[in-house]
């Protein structure tokens, strides 16, 4: 697992640690945390000390646009179940293979946050849904709720 530490304006250390495992070591003079693991203390990485940061989405409206995809393509699948459109479970099963993943990426520059992308678990890449799953989504496209930004 890799998780980010912060030490200041613009600096970021990226901690690796087992599953479970703190990404800071708590010090004996900060406020024992409520719950959970300590967020501030000695870094894991570096040994400076430093904040447990959690990254953001790099671009909320297109994280909407992915889950209100996710949720239309379902339907129109589960539906295409339903009535025995031929191919449906086939149509299904890619959907599922193609399914979107969260990953957090460093886009390289100094100073920048790292930030949560959706990726395809099957083609990477940048965004969600891939190009396989808009191409499975075209003949659905004059439905209700259909976002002409899925196109493919
Ligand atoms: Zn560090
Ligand atoms: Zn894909």
Redesign the pocket.
């Known amino acids: 697992m890799t998780g980010f530490?912060q030490?200041g304006p613009g600096e970021f250390?990226a901690v690796m640690t087992r599953e479970g495992e703190p990404l800071v070591e708590y010090e004996w003079w900060d406020p024992a945390p409520e719950s959970g693991p300590p967020t501030i203390g000695r870094?894991r990485?570096?040994g400076?000390r430093?904040v447990v940061y959690e990254p953001l989405p790099a671009d909320p409206a297109r994280d909407e646009l992915a889950e209100r995809f996710a949720g239309w393509m379902g339907g129109m699948l589960d539906w295409d179940v339903k009535v025995r459109e031929e191919h449906a479970d086939l149509h299904k099963e890619l959907f599922d293979l193609h399914a979107p993943v969260g990953v957090v990426v460093l886009d390289g520059k100094p100073g920048a946050a790292p930030v949560k992308v959706r990726q395809c678990r099957e083609c990477g890449g940048d965004g969600w849904p891939c190009r396989t799953l808009r191409i499975l989504a075209k003949p659905h496209r004059w439905a209700p709720g259909w976002d002409e930004r899925w196109s493919a």
Do not use: D, E
């Open positions: 530490v030490h250390c870094c990485n570096c400076h430093g």
